[in-house]
């Protein structure tokens, strides 16, 4: 229950990033937006300019920095506070939506924000202390502990088994496999950022950790467990409609990331009870307003990620794919008499 | 934080309630059913014939035995807790109606019960402890409390604002008016049914409380409120399609329930701000849960209602009010060739 300092500062971190994501979306869409009217194509067809559109990098920009504040929020504060609070960036792209792009918010969707809201709040309070970590050494004799051996073990065995036996198999047909390989390694990224942040932290702090094998060790493992991700996430979307694959994937990455922290970081060992099961609502709230939010807006495959300005950083991409604040471009382009749901139909048979 | 062995016996009693009410509308709509089946008349076109039906006697016991469990609830355990636990009655019908009469439970419909459950478990969790009462001379001195006078003198001006100015005025064309005057009386009632509720626990319990004038006047209370509440309840289910009047009265029926009995029984004096937050936040998601729960599901006026089947007797009655089980029997019987929406227009027009 208590509310230490770096928890404190994780928790301001994770709202400033998810700010900076939830708004870099309405930026970069401003900027498609303006580009498509100014050259008459519009990215999902292959147009490239936007990339002229200084609109567009000022929202590239924007993300970056809500994934940098992302990272540095899981060097201060538990993996199972910073986490699910990606789910506000729904929220904010959401309301910014609703003002500045004059997208009506379905009512049930305001619904949704504020469950979202609700949830954070209650797994705020409930949230456990960071544990006080002096060396990378410490991080690593966590890592090394039999019982999350044995969680990395099985993700490990999951993934080759769905990689190399369902992908070629059912990877095409059932959504559940790209997005299972991507939540699974999801959860790995998360704790490896964390050692990878926090031996940074320390770092900077004057406890150079860059002379331990184990930091290098964790960097690797980032990169790896990172390049792993977005590959799958990738074929996910290129396979099936983002929103059948974001609220899936937000749900499983995030239920498998808190897990991995509880094993690793023996989150809950000096909780009670009655907090625990508190955490657990307040996500599971916050997990039916993120499907709620989902389930108003209609998700079509989002025209930037097909022109590329999509790049993937950081593990708290869940919350960017989640808000669809890129997908929708075409619905206020109608003008052109094909209606949009058309449009959105044409494309999916197009993957 | 604490679980005290009376507010676990009004926790469960709570529970029990919500289970007879839910299930009491299952029962009854399955009486409705074979009555109109074997004499082809419907309650809501003036048949009677259910009082012929023994499983509609059967549901109506259950609810009068809900009830009761409801008001003794109230005896043991802060309104805070009792009041919001009756949105687990919408769960119990939804899920029932599920399986046994088969009306499919809509995706979202799921999600809001889900919520519901979160919620519930989460106000349980951080509910006040229940004060030991001693005597009802004890009751009758935090009822006249400044505050709480303040408070009821409010609720009474309020009430007759609405009653002699707005309703004439604007009643039948605003649905605030009439359920206004419902949730204000029925703040009142809550608090008059708690303490005549706990006077008559202490009677039972030995300390005879029937010689003191208060706990009459309590009970002059309680019928005075219910009988207004129900006036106007029914005045606002006449005028107004159960979909739209149920979720506004429960959130504004069962707010005021927890602001009056905060201001009386000084429920949140002893707990942490963190518990109360949390508290508000499970309650508002309960409040999600039960709006997402009826925009799911179509309601159309209650064929029962206007039979006479309905005949509300205690406060609780927002629950069974929203699990709309009483109103959806025409959806199940389109054989008649006339589209279920048609009615539902043709009889608000009716009104």
Chains 1, 2 share one sequence.
């Not at 095409?172 to 950022?193: A, E, K, P, R």
């Not at 031996?199 to 702090?205: D, R, V, Y």
């Not at 060992?269 to 657990?280: R, T």
């Not at 052109?336 to 494309?347: F, N, V, W």
């Amino acid at each position: 229950m208590g509310f230490s300092k770096d928890n404190l500062k994780g928790f301001v971190l994770a709202l400033l990033s998810s700010g900076f994501i939830g708004a870099s979306f309405i930026i970069k869409k401003k900027g498609l937006r303006r580009a498509a009217a100014a050259s008459g194509v519009r990215a999902g067809y292959g147009g490239y300019s936007y990339l002229l559109e200084p609109l567009w990098w000022l929202g590239f920009i924007t993300m970056i920095v809500g994934e940098i504040a992302n990272f540095v929020a899981y060097a201060f504060a538990p993996a199972v506070l910073v986490t699910p609070l990606g789910a506000l960036s729904i929220i904010v792209s959401a309301v910014l939506a609703h003002f500045i792009l004059k997208e009506r918010l379905h009512r049930l969707g305001v619904l949704g924000c504020v469950m979202c809201i609700a949830g954070s709040i209650i797994i705020v309070i409930h949230a456990p202390k960071e544990h006080s970590i002096t060396s990378v050494l410490e991080i690593w004799s966590m890592a090394t502990q039999p019982a999350f051996l044995l969680y990395v073990g099985s993700v490990v065995v999951l993934v080759f088994i769905l990689v190399f036996h369902f992908a070629p198999q059912c990877g095409h047909t059932n959504v559940l496999v790209f997005t299972g390989i991507c939540s699974l390694m999801g959860s790995l990224t998360v704790m490896s950022v964390k050692a990878l942040g926090t031996a940074l932290k320390l770092t900077f702090e004057g406890k150079n950790q860059l002379i331990y094998p184990e930091t290098w060790f964790f960097m690797l493992v980032v990169a790896t467990c990172v390049i792993t991700q977005m590959n799958y996430l990738n074929k996910a979307l290129d396979t099936f409609n983002t929103a059948v694959v974001s609220p899936i994937y937000y749900v499983m990455f995030t239920t498998l990331a808190i897990i991995a922290s509880v094993i690793m970081f023996k989150d809950w060992d000096d909780q009670s009870g009655g907090a625990i099961l508190s955490e657990i609502c307040g996500f599971i709230v916050v997990l039916c307003g993120t499907i709620l939010l989902h389930s108003t807006k209609e998700f079509e495959r989002s025209s930037s990620f097909r022109g590329g300005s999509y790049m993937p950083v950081s593990p708290s991409l869940s919350a960017r794919l989640c808000s669809g604040g890129n997908g929708e471009l075409e619905k206020h382009e109608e003008e052109d008499g094909t209606p949009s749901e058309e449009i959105c139909l044409r494309r999916q048979e197009l993957y």
